[in-house]
């Protein structure tokens, strides 16, 4: 493998835009084509539209792709999230909910699974194609390609065995009992005076710690488990390239602190950057995070908003041979 990977850049956000830089990392794409799209938790206002890839579906004839979510939403039951996913724009192409047949499950050598549990329709797929919104995650510092196909194409037992052991810690002298959690919580999992986290409830995904105003909740990192969460995100990730030829795409554009699986995100914090491309997913997700921190003039801009070193992803990610570190950044 060279030593450095081709990341290509470009800074105008629009259809077109999609398009021209996808050409660049299209030479091994072939087959059934999934686009691995997010298609917005309800009431999320910075999802990528899907007007912005409509050209890049229709020249692939692909299908979207995603699977049903681990917690209290339109999007953990099939029916429930296509009728979001279409209220949400997205009504050009098939939708193909993977997880809807059950589950599958690859070998991966990793150090916390032997094996992935993704959504049994990725067998249809001969090339996914990660489209991936770069932004923040409470729990993973950032949510890039990495997160996109790790979390995003594990079925919901993979889901779960991803989030287990990341339980929130709880700080009650923060806690002004708002009670703005209790009903955000996707597991019932909190209850008021005093506050308290049923742990047999808790589905470790950490909205609490996005929307908490006090800031009482916290992740787990620096603790033994430090980094757990991250690891198990990338073998995930490993597992899904393992057997498919993916390829990235990832939109620098309103980046808030929050997922995308969040009704209500925290406005962006930084301008909105460019779209980059690649066929390299740790130079990709190394070249996003860079971009990041320059344009806020920071050594780690997911760490001072979201309190997690996530670099950490790109580190293991590496460490497991997924990719380059290194990149040319090349603006088209
Ligand atoms: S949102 Fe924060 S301050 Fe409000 S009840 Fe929950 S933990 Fe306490
Ligand atoms: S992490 Fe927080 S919001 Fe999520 S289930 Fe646990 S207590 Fe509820």
């Given at each position: 493998?060279?030593?450095?990977?081709?990341?290509?850049?470009?800074?105008?956000?629009?259809?077109?835009?999609?398009?021209?830089?996808?050409?660049?990392?299209s030479?091994?794409?072939?087959?059934n084509?999934?686009?691995?799209?997010?298609?917005?938790?309800?009431?999320?206002?910075?999802?990528?539209?899907?007007?912005?890839?409509?050209?890049?579906?229709?020249?692939?004839?692909?299908?979207?792709?995603?699977?049903?979510v681990?917690?209290?939403?339109?999007?953990?039951?099939?029916?429930?999230?296509?009728?979001?996913?279409?209220?949400?724009?997205?009504?050009?192409?098939?939708?193909?909910?993977?997880?809807?047949?059950?589950?599958?499950?690859?070998?991966?050598?990793?150090?916390?699974?032997?094996?992935?549990?993704?959504?049994?329709?990725?067998?249809?797929?001969?090339?996914?194609?990660?489209?991936?919104?770069?932004?923040?995650?409470?729990?993973?510092?950032?949510?890039?390609?990495?997160?996109?196909?790790?979390?995003?194409?594990?079925?919901?037992?993979?889901?779960?065995?991803?989030?287990?052991?990341?339980?929130?810690?709880?700080?009650?002298?923060?806690?002004?009992?708002c009670?703005?959690?209790?009903?955000?919580?996707?597991?019932?999992?909190?209850?008021?005076?005093?506050?308290?986290?049923d742990?047999?409830?808790?589905?470790?995904?950490?909205?609490?710690?996005?929307?908490?105003?006090?800031?009482?909740?916290?992740?787990?990192?620096g603790?033994?488990?430090?980094?757990?969460?991250?690891?198990?995100?990338?073998?995930?990730?490993?597992?899904?390239?393992?057997?498919?030829?993916?390829?990235?795409?990832?939109?620098?554009?309103?980046?808030?602190?929050?997922?995308?699986?969040?009704?209500?995100?925290?406005?962006?914090?930084?301008?909105?950057?460019?779209?980059?491309?690649?066929?390299?997913?740790?130079?990709?997700?190394?070249?996003?995070?860079?971009?990041?921190?320059?344009?806020?003039?920071?050594?780690?801009?997911?760490?001072?908003?979201?309190?997690?070193?996530?670099?950490?992803?790109?580190e293991?990610?590496?460490?497991?041979?997924?990719?380059?570190?290194?990149?040319?950044?090349?603006?088209?």
């Amino acid at each position: 493998m060279p030593k450095e990977s081709n990341v290509y850049f470009k800074k105008l956000i629009k259809e077109d835009s999609i398009l021209e830089i996808y050409e660049n990392i299209s030479k091994n794409v072939k087959g059934n084509i999934g686009l691995k799209v997010h298609f917005g938790e309800k009431n999320n206002k910075y999802f990528i539209k899907p007007n912005l890839m409509k050209s890049l579906v229709r020249q692939l004839d692909a299908t979207f792709i995603e699977t049903n979510v681990l917690y209290v939403s339109d999007r953990r039951y099939t029916d429930s999230h296509l009728k979001l996913a279409k209220k949400h724009g997205f009504t050009y192409a098939p939708i193909d909910i993977l997880d809807d047949a059950g589950e599958v499950h690859y070998k991966v050598d990793g150090n916390h699974f032997n094996k992935v549990k993704l959504g049994k329709n990725i067998e249809k797929y001969d090339t996914i194609i990660s489209l991936a919104h770069f932004k923040g995650h409470a729990l993973s510092g950032f949510g890039g390609a990495i997160k996109n196909i790790g979390m995003g194409l594990a079925a919901i037992a993979g889901k779960m065995d991803q989030h287990a052991s990341t339980i929130p810690i709880f700080k009650p002298s923060k806690c002004v009992e708002c009670g703005t959690c209790v009903p955000e919580c996707p597991g019932n999992a909190i209850s008021l005076s005093p506050l308290k986290i049923d742990s047999k409830k808790c589905i470790g995904c950490g909205k609490c710690i996005g929307i908490c105003p006090e800031k009482a909740f916290r992740v787990p990192w620096g603790s033994t488990k430090s980094n757990r969460f991250m690891e198990r995100l990338v073998e995930y990730a490993k597992g899904v390239m393992q057997y498919i030829n993916v390829v990235f795409i990832n939109v620098l554009m309103n980046i808030s602190k929050d997922c995308d699986c969040m009704s209500h995100a925290h406005e962006p914090f930084v301008e909105d950057i460019g779209i980059l491309a690649s066929e390299d997913i740790v130079a990709i997700e190394n070249a996003s995070y860079d971009l990041v921190n320059k344009h806020l003039d920071s050594d780690d801009a997911f760490k001072e908003v979201n309190n997690v070193k996530a670099r950490k992803q790109i580190e293991y990610a590496h460490s497991l041979g997924m990719g380059n570190k290194e990149y040319n950044l090349i603006e088209v």
